[in-house]
C-alpha cells in the first residue's frame, strides 16, 4: 500500500495541473482533438480533506474516492467546498452501491447485476461506467468484453450507462496500454449503436497518472490522476 501524501498545497497543485494540462493538450493534438473533452479527476485516496480542499480551490472540482468510508469522512468534514463534484473509483460492492449513489454523481465501476439492482432500488442516480476487464486479468473486476453487452440490455430500465472504464495493468512504459485503451475505444464504438435507446455510450474512462497521456491519445474522456497532481511523479 502507498504511503499517505504529504505537504500538498494550492501551490504545489496548480502547478502539477499546469503540466497535466499541457500534457493533455498535447496528446490530445496528436489525436485530432483539442483536448477540452477531457475531465481530470482527482484521486484522492491517500490525501486528507484539507488536500481535497485545496484541490477544489485550485480548479479541480472532480474528486474521485475509493472507498464508501473515505469517501463519507471527507464529505462529513465539512473542509471540501460544496462545489466539488464526487466520483467513485473503487470496487462498487452492492451492500453499498445506493449508499455510494448518494453521495457521488458518479461512479466508474459498475460490473455487477447485484450492484446494478441495489442502485435500481435507491434515490440516487448518479451517471454510469461499466468497468470493462479488456486485459482479462483474473485478479481485477470487470466484465469481460464478450459479456458487456447482454449486461447492458439486462440492466434495471432505471439505468442509464454514460461509457466504460478500464485499469490496465500497471507498467513504467505507457506504450504497453494503449492495446487495452484501443480495444475499450473500439468496444465502445461497436456498442453504441446497438443500444442507443437505452445507453449513451460516450465517454471513456481510462488513464492514470502512469498513461494518461496514451489514453488521451486513444479517445479518453476522464482521466483519473494522483500524485502528479499533487507535484510528485506517480
Given amino acids: 500500500m502507498r504511503p499517505a501524501i504529504d505537504g500538498v498545497t494550492q501551490t504545489s497543485i496548480q502547478q502539477g495541473l499546469a503540466r497535466v494540462r499541457e500534457t493533455i493538450s498535447l496528446a490530445a493534438a496528436r489525436s485530432g482533438r483539442t483536448g477540452a473533452d477531457v ?7 491517500y490525501v486528507d480533506a484539507q488536500a481535497c480542499a485545496h484541490l477544489v480551490e485550485a480548479g479541480i472540482f ?4 475509493n472507498r464508501l468510508s473515505q469517501l463519507e469522512d471527507r464529505q462529513d468534514a465539512g473542509i471540501v467546498p460544496a462545489s466539488a463534484r464526487w466520483h467513485f473509483i473503487g470496487r462498487l460492492q452492492s451492500r453499498e452501491a445506493a449508499a455510494v449513489a448518494a ?3 458518479t461512479i466508474h465501476t459498475l460490473c455487477t447485476s447485484s450492484a446494478a439492482r441495489r442502485l435500481a ?13 479488456v486485459d482479462r486479468d483474473p485478479a ?6 464478450e459479456d458487456v453487452e447482454r449486461f ?6 432505471a439505468l442509464e450507462v454514460r461509457g466504460f472504464m478500464a485499469m490496465p495493468a500497471f507498467t513504467d512504459n505507457p506504450e504497453q496500454s494503449r492495446g487495452a485503451f484501443a480495444a475499450l ?11 442507443a435507446e437505452r ?3 460516450e465517454s471513456l474512462s481510462i488513464g492514470t497518472s502512469q498513461d494518461y497521456a496514451v489514453a488521451v491519445e486513444e479517445g479518453a474522456t476522464h482521466v483519473r490522476l494522483g500524485r502528479t497532481l499533487y507535484g510528485g511523479d506517480e
Fill in 39 to 45: 475531465h481530470v479527476l482527482a484521486a484522492v485516496k
Fill in 62 to 65: 472532480d474528486l474521485a474516492e
Fill in 103 to 105: 453521495r457521488v454523481g
Fill in 121 to 133: 432500488a435507491g434515490t440516487g442516480r448518479p451517471e454510469l461506467f461499466v468497468q470493462v476487464n
Fill in 140 to 145: 481485477k473486476d470487470g466484465l469481460a468484453p
Fill in 152 to 157: 447492458l440490455v439486462e440492466l434495471p430500465d
Fill in 185 to 195: 475505444r473500439e468496444l465502445r464504438d461497436e456498442l453504441a449503436p446497438r443500444v
Fill in 199 to 201: 445507453h449513451r455510450l
